[in-house]
C-alpha cells in the first residue's frame, strides 16, 4: 500500500480524497493554484505545494508542476479525481515516467476505453447492445451521409467529450453543418480533439450508470445502477439508487452483463458504464467513465462501499475481499448536487444532520467562492429504507441546509424533488425541458 499521496485536483473531491487517505494511514499531498490558497483541501492535508494561478491551464492542467510536487514531496501515487487530468492518457504515462502510480488504469487502457467509438465496438463484442451510430466522422460530407442512413434526429458527440460539452442534438438536414461545427469546435476547446461521431437519438429515455469495481486478478463487482435522467443541457442535478424504472429481474440481467463484459476488456480500477433506458425496458450502451464520477456518493451510500478507498487499493494491486453476492442494494439513497449560482465570500453555513445525511463539500465560513472553476460546491446525500421515505429524508435536508452570502440552486432542488412526475419515478430526460 502507499505510504503517501498527492491529490491533484481541488474542491469537494479533493477534500474527499484527503478524507479517505487519512482513514487508511496515507500521508496526503495537496497542491493548490493561488486562487484556493485558503482552501479546505490545502488546510487538511499534511503538506501543501501551491502550482500557478488561479486559471486551470497554470495550475490544475499544468501537468509538469503536479509531477514536481509528487518528486519534491516523495509521493508514491497520485490522484487526481474526477475532472481536469483524470482521463488525461499522457499525464498518466508521466507518473509512469517518474515513477508514480497513477490512480486510475493504465495509459493504454484510458486510450482505449475512452475513445468513445473503440469502446462502443468492445462492448458490442462483449454482448451490450450499442446505440446505432457511426466511427469519427471524417467531414461534413460524411456526416450528411451517416444522418441519412441512420435517420433524424441523430446526436453529435464530441469523441473525448466529457461533463455535457461537444454534444449536440440534430433533429433535421437543415440543422446538420452548424451543429457539426459547433460539436466540433466544442471538442477543440475543452479537450484538444475535435473528432466527432454521431449516434441515433433514443427518445424518450433514462440516464443509467452502472457502478463497476475490478482488480488485477480478474475479480469484477457490479455496485449497480444510479439514475441520472434528471439533466439541465447535459449536466447532471439529481442522481438516485436504484432507479426507480429498473425492476430486479431487469438489474439482475444487466449486472451479469456489464461483469462479464468488464471482465472481458480486462479493466482494472473504478469504473462506471453508461446506458439509455428506452420506453420498451431495453439498455444500449453509451460510453465508459474510467475515473471516479462525481456521483460516485450516491451509491456508497446506498452499499455502504468506500469506493474512493477501493479505487487507491486497485491500484496498489489489492484484490477485492468481497463478491457480487456480498453487495447490499437493499433501500434508497438520493443525491441532489448543490450549485453556486454566484461568487462571493461565504457566510454562515449550516450542514444538515442527522443519521443517513451526508453533505460532502469544501465549504467553510468565510472562503470564498471562486468565477475560475466548477460551480460545484457540495453534493447531498440521503439513505433510507424506502424511496418515499428517502424522499422525506431528502426534503427536510434541503430545508435545514443553510449556505449564505452567495445564491445556490437550493430551493430549485427542494422544488424538482416535490414535483409529482419525480416522486413517483416516471421522470425521464425530458423532465428539465424547457427549463
Known amino acids: 500500500m502507499f505510504s503517501k499521496v498527492l491529490i491533484a485536483n481541488r474542491g469537494e473531491i479533493a477534500v474527499r480524497i484527503i478524507r479517505a487517505c487519512k482513514e487508511m494511514g496515507i500521508s496526503t499531498v495537496a497542491v493548490y493554484s493561488e486562487a484556493d490558497r485558503d482552501a479546505l483541501h490545502v488546510a487538511l492535508a499534511d503538506e501543501s505545494y501551491c502550482i500557478g494561478a488561479a486559471n486551470a491551464a497554470d495550475s490544475y492542467l499544468n501537468e509538469d508542476r503536479i509531477i514536481s510536487a509528487a518528486v519534491v514531496s516523495g509521493a508514491q501515487a497520485i490522484h487526481a479525481g474526477y475532472g481536469f487530468l483524470s482521463e488525461n492518457a499522457h499525464f498518466a504515462r508521466q507518473c509512469t515516467k517518474n515513477g508514480i502510480v497513477f490512480i486510475g488504469p493504465a495509459a493504454d487502457t484510458m486510450e482505449r476505453l475512452s475513445d468513445k467509438t473503440t469502446i462502443k465496438n468492445l462492448m458490442a463484442d462483449a454482448g451490450l447492445d450499442v446505440i446505432r451510430g457511426t466511427d469519427v466522422l471524417a467531414n461534413i460530407e460524411e456526416a450528411r451521409a451517416a444522418a441519412a442512413k441512420i435517420g433524424y434526429p441523430v446526436m453529435l458527440k464530441a469523441r473525448s467529450g466529457g461533463g455535457g460539452r461537444g454534444i449536440r442534438l440534430v433533429e433535421s438536414e437543415a440543422e446538420l453543418e452548424s451543429n457539426y461545427q459547433m460539436a466540433v469546435s466544442e471538442g477543440e476547446a475543452a479537450f484538444g480533439d475535435g473528432a466527432v461521431y454521431m449516434e441515433k437519438y433514443v427518445y424518450p429515455a433514462r440516464h443509467i450508470e452502472m457502478q463497476i469495481i475490478a482488480d488485477e486478478a480478474g475479480n469484477v463487482v457490479c455496485l449497480g445502477e444510479r439514475d441520472c435522467s434528471v439533466q439541465r443541457r447535459h449536466q447532471k442535478l439529481i442522481e438516485e439508487s436504484p432507479s426507480p424504472a429498473v425492476s430486479p429481474r431487469m438489474r439482475r440481467e444487466l449486472i451479469e452483463r456489464v461483469t462479464r463484459a468488464v471482465k472481458q476488456v480486462g479493466y ?100 470564498e467562492i471562486s468565477p475560475f472553476y466548477d460551480s460545484l460546491i457540495g453534493k447531498l446525500v440521503v439513505r433510507a429504507g424506502t424511496r418515499e421515505e428517502a424522499l422525506r429524508k431528502m426534503k427536510a435536508a434541503l430545508c435545514e441546509l443553510v449556505i449564505d452570502g452567495i445564491r445556490t440552486n437550493i430551493h430549485q432542488q427542494l422544488h424538482l424533488i416535490s414535483e409529482e412526475k419525480f416522486m413517483t419515478g416516471e421522470y425521464d430526460l425530458t423532465f428539465m425541458e424547457g427549463r
Open 268 to 367: 482494472v480500477g473504478v469504473g462506471t458504464l453508461e446506458f439509455l433506458l428506452d420506453k420498451s425496458g431495453h439498455f444500449w450502451f453509451m460510453e465508459m467513465n474510467v475515473r471516479l464520477q462525481v456521483e460516485h456518493s450516491v451509491t456508497e451510500m446506498l452499499t455502504n462501499i468506500d469506493l474512493v478507498k477501493w479505487q487507491i487499493r486497485t491500484a496498489a494491486g489489492i484484490q477485492l475481499n468481497f463478491t457480487q453476492e456480498d453487495v447490499n442494494l437493499m433501500g434508497s439513497a438520493l443525491e441532489c448536487r448543490i450549485n453556486a449560482l454566484s461568487t462571493g465570500k461565504l457566510g454562515m453555513l449550516h450542514v444538515a444532520g442527522g443519521p443517513s445525511v451526508r453533505f460532502d463539500t469544501y465549504l467553510v465560513q468565510g472562503v
